[in-house]
């Protein structure tokens, strides 16, 4: 009986120029999709920004159309910030959930076109950032997306503003 | 064993590269994992980008909204109501109280555009024609964009376009009125293009406005404060366009008009039409200036047809029935339309599918013809949801015309929600905005007495707010009209407080006065606020409908009343001689024989009662009449005996009275009741058997007998005829038999005179052949009781003065002046209106001379109306009066009457309206036929203004002669058919003189039947204190006075209506409630209200007419001609029972913008401008339209076109004042100016810059439209009642404090349509 002659290692392993071809390639594809899944990766929060900051201002949009004239400048406070979770549900304060921020900002009336600013027209502006941790969610650095609203008086005038 | 090694390198071949392929399929993996992550992540970015840009798109698709309600905030601030404004399609205009002197109207302040424009708010130099858009707008798509673009569906069986706004379909469906001429930049594909600008909105909201560019040109650039930059980029554009939906039919109140007016001449139409088709209750679209009677014809024809079945089988709640459109007779058996069930309509698609029907799980179209076609053709001219506001010009509270009990457990259902419509809530304080009635007679209570009607100042001075009001109206009338200038103080310095007393009066007695069948808390039969008519009440029936004069301080209205207008001294005598030498010339007096000479005479007083508004109900007077001063009187120095103050109480009801009883009793009628005071009702009589009984003459109760006469007999002088009359002054006192104050007080002064004195007449059948006496003189001849015995029920006018008498009289003067007096120029308007009348109105009675004649023994008017005019009326020729005989007797032709010259006719006692007509004798006297005398004071030959104008005087109810009144409110029934004697039966009592039946069950009770709007106030004065008689309220562009042509603006010369501020902005000041079938107006505002200014800004290439025509599809007007007064060839149009209705006087309108009615609207806005206060349709003329064959032709001369109209007028200067304004009537409740729902259609594009681009530069090649949202939202401004914050306008504290509604309204959405495929 003759023992059966064995394969040598060498010849049936990956050789070194395998090898070394493989992970040059997995390198360079590794790399280039490394690449892209980071510009991925902040694509997809872009998205899922823009999704929660749209619904955000929405939400507040809503929420303030909800409010009588008066309330806008009294309910609504100029500069008052609220705050998000990372879907853009409001939360009650600043918190570890808080991904997003949203300021309010009351503007007077647009100017018309043909020069005129009307008595019965406020802007809402609504700024949204997503750095709601932030000590300042906006300050210069950090970027805010901006939505404007605009609103009319539903309610009566109350004599008082017609200085009856 | 190199083929071994090789041969093993065969078998495994896959073994060398295997780490690479399998490298490479892990990489392979990694990167389809990595890819798909990728793909996965762009898809999400993408969905939340696009939902980023939905939000985008939903936000800007608010900016039109509010921007739309902002504007419409702004340009309706009245600025306390220093200014007004109109509203149309595409724009609202301010005015101010500045102005313009050759139009009469404020110039334009303000134009507040509703549609998007780089000139949101322009100022007076608005030119409309500018805003129309350029023709190469297709060319320009970042400046222009249509919002009518339509977009392509795929339908069931092909493609097909649908259009958002206007569906080109109706022009080809003939929606009548729409026409689209000269639109810019139209294709095959798009005919109706609505090409607005775009406004782009930027990041921060603001809104910037493109600079021109030029077709073709692929950049749009920016400059300016607000144009866009780096930091606050364009997110977006929107465009839009307003609609006014009163602009469009309101398929909730329109529905089919049939024309019903009450009967006003003895036409055809007013007959059979009119008289005998009365709308039933709940006939809305009979009732004039109801909503219902807005048709949807004009619209829908091109689907639905002429039926008007049709359309009530559509419209919400009205059906057909009753008079089925005026088609059938009705009577008091005939059942009131029973409403229908439907709600009302939320949408055009409910209106054109049956909730009830529903086949194959889809519901069914209502009507056969309507189709998918027909909801998208009609959605342009149909509404569910227009509404105007019911406010002032000054914008403050309408006065609701209907009066209302002022303890609400007197108010029946109507009452209640005519209440509610007109009431603000301060904290838990009603405020109401309407004359309320201090007591009624409640109908189960027959203990009741007969209320605040029988007082003259109960009404006003026992409710501190009719006062409030009073004076609310006084400063509205002081200030400056906002849109017109000018106010009615300046206007009227004299009258103005007497025309507001008038008014309030005209509604306090004109309407509700009966409210038979309809419960109240208080009584479950209902009240009435006259004394009632139902006989066997404890109280009796006295008085029945009268309503005394309400008094403000010096001003007085007119009440339901009578005032005295002749009051004659009838000396007869009451024994006798025979007197062979007396030889006086008496009727009928044949051969020589002798007379009898009066050895002893005495005198009584008659009085000639008038009645300033005739009409039904008929009505008795219940008054205390005091004549003080007749002591004085004395013949031939011989005191008559009268005394020196006696009172006579009208006592009966006229109605009872057993006179005339187959014609009627004159009750309804101007003249009436001069045979009154010789009957009483016997209240020892059973309750339910009293009936009038006449009086004792011997007696001097005031009741039962006849104070007015003398104490005892007065000796004749001997052998003398003649004798002289002391004359003298006399004071009438006129009161309520139920309330003590003095209603009235007429004075005259009888001057001295030579009369001749009494005899006794004795017939020549009482003589022989040879002229000796074969029977003494008849007792009625000395006997007054005799006289009014003999009198019978059809002879008072042969009885009650007899031939031997003398009569002498002070009678109306139909004078315009006399020495330095000025005097009423024979408008007995004035008589009744006056609280106190002078001396000086009066004159010698009787024609020409006769009174101070010795020869003539009659020297009177008197007039008796109680009784059909051809009958003639008491002596006042001793001979046959030739004027009876163009009267030709009966219906036969026979003279009928017995002894006719015993009577005189109505030439010797009437007057004439109209020049040429006035004739005793001669061709004139063939132009007035015997019925058709007006009511007048005697003698008058025509009735002219002060400056020699034709005046205005009224048409009399169905053939009741005209003359000087007060157009009273309709308030019959169909409860009866009268036989007027002519064969003909006809209803309601129009063609009878005095007939009139309650409506028991209420099925009749409808208040916009009785009133439709304050137009009605049309033939009140205007001169009463300032002494212009024959002027009153105008509200028609066609007064009898007018030489102005039509086609140039009327001149204060003309009328004083005319003069600035013209008569309708009066109006304005006033409205009556829709409160049936359901509550069509609410507080302040009411639906379905059609806006007279059409015009579409600044698309005026669209003509969208359609609502205005179905507002005056079923106007009617009426034009009498001079010829209808004669007997031929038509038949007299005021002829009595005999005149066939030959004639017919009845038109439609013709609509025709060139030469028909709306050519004075078009006039209007070529010259660019609007319509400001709906009463502005009183200056339109109404062109008629010969409906019936029957109408007279109208004169070669003068075409039936527009601009000779007034032409046209001229010759059919018959037409009274209050049929003129008639159709205005109609009309004006059903139009307005203003609108309180619009719809917003707009068009909205969230843009997205490109990276790199110039930020204020939008370039169509590089930048793209993200995304796109099109649609309409409805919004209303509105107004809520109980706001504590509304203050009391009426509140006298703030009279100088001005105030307004205004701040007030509030705005909803209605409703928010997305327009998608």
Known sequence: ?164 | MHSKTFSRSKEHPQQQGAAIILLLVIVALITILLLSLIVLVDSENRSSKAFEESIAARNLSDYPTNLVIAQIREATDSDLGNRTWASQPGAIRTFGTQIDPSTGRAGLEKIYKLYSSPQMIEGATFDPTSEIPPENWTSLPDQFTDLNEPVLVEGLDSPEYVFPIIDPAALDFGVEGFQVEGAPGTTERQPVPMPTRWIYILEDGNFAVPDETTSGETKTTFSGGSAPSLENPIVGRIAFWTDDESSKVNINTASEGVVWDMPRANSHYDAYNFADKQPVQNEFQRFPGHPATTSLSPALRGWLGDDPATYYQLSPFVQNGGSFGGTQNVDQNTPPVELDSDRLFATIDEFAFDAGKISSGNREPSHPAISDEFLKATRFFLTAHSRAPDVTLFDTPKINLWPIQKEPEHRNAIDRLQAFCSEMRSADTRLPYYFQRSRVHDLSDSTAGHGSSQSPSEDYAAIPRNQELFSYLQGLTERDVPGFGQNFRSKYPDDRDQILTQIVDYCRSGLNTMAYGLPTEASAEGYVYSPPRTPGAQSGPLGEGQIIPLQIDDSRGFGRSITITEAALVLHPVAHEEDPDLDIRYPGKQGNHPLYRATEFKAFLMVEFFCASPGLPSWSPYLNITVKGMEKWSVAGRSLQLPAESTLVTHSPIGELPILNRVGKGHSCAHMNLLQPFFFMDEDDPPNNRRPKTRDMESFDPIRGYPWRSTGPVLAPTDVETAEFSGGPIEIEISSAADSDVSQTIRMDFPATTIPLPYVWSHFSNFDGSGKPTRDPEQVETSLRERIRRSGSNHWHEFLIRPGDTVRSMEAASAMKEGGDSLPGGDLRFFAARKEVPASWFTKGGAEGEYDDETRRFAHGLRNGDFWQYWGHFCSEERRDSGLDAINGDRHGNVRLRNPYFRSSSWKVGGSLLSGTSGYSGPEKKKLYRDAHPVVARGLTEALRRDGRPGDWDQGFGNTEDGAFINKPDESNASKKYWNWGGNYHSGGYFRRGNFDIDPDGNNHAPNRQIASAVQFGSLPTGIYSMRPWETLLFCPNPAGRVTDAGSEPQAEDHIGFSFPRDHLLLDLFWMPVTQPYAISEPFSTAGKVNMNYEILPFSYIHRRTAILSALESVSVIAIPEIALARHPYGCIKGGRDQAHRLEVRYGVSTDEETGTLRGFEKRFASGDVFRSPSEICEIYLVPEPVESRNPPAPAATPREYESMQDWWNEFRATGDNAREMPYNQLYPRLTTQSNVYRIHYRVQALTKARGTQPDVWDRELDSVASEFRGSSLVERYIDPNDPEIPDFADPATKDKPQSLSPHYRFRIIQKRRFAK
């Open chain 1, 1 to 164: 009986m003759r023992d059966p002659i064995p394969n040598p290692p060498s010849r049936c392993g990956l050789t070194l120029i395998e090898v070394a071809l493989s992970l040059a390639i997995a390198a360079m594809v590794l790399t280039i999709l490394a690449g892209t899944l980071g510009s991925t990766v902040e694509f997809a929060a872009e998205g899922f920004d823009r999704f929660a900051m749209a619904r955000i201002s929405q939400t507040l949009s809503d929420e303030n159309r909800m409010l009588d004239w008066n309330q806008l400048g009294t309910e609504i406070q100029d500069g008052e910030i609220f705050f998000f979770d990372e879907r853009g549900r409001r939360l009650d304060s600043k918190s570890e959930e808080a991904v997003y921020a949203a300021r309010l900002r009351l503007v007077d009336s647009p100017v018309l076109p043909g020069s005129v600013e009307s008595d019965h027209l406020k802007r809402l502006m609504i700024e949204v950032s997503a750095r709601g941790r932030a000590e300042d969610p906006f300050a210069a650095l950090h970027p805010v997306r901006r939505f404007a609203s605009l609103y009319t008086r539903m309610e009566s005038v109350p004599s008082t503003s017609k200085g009856e």
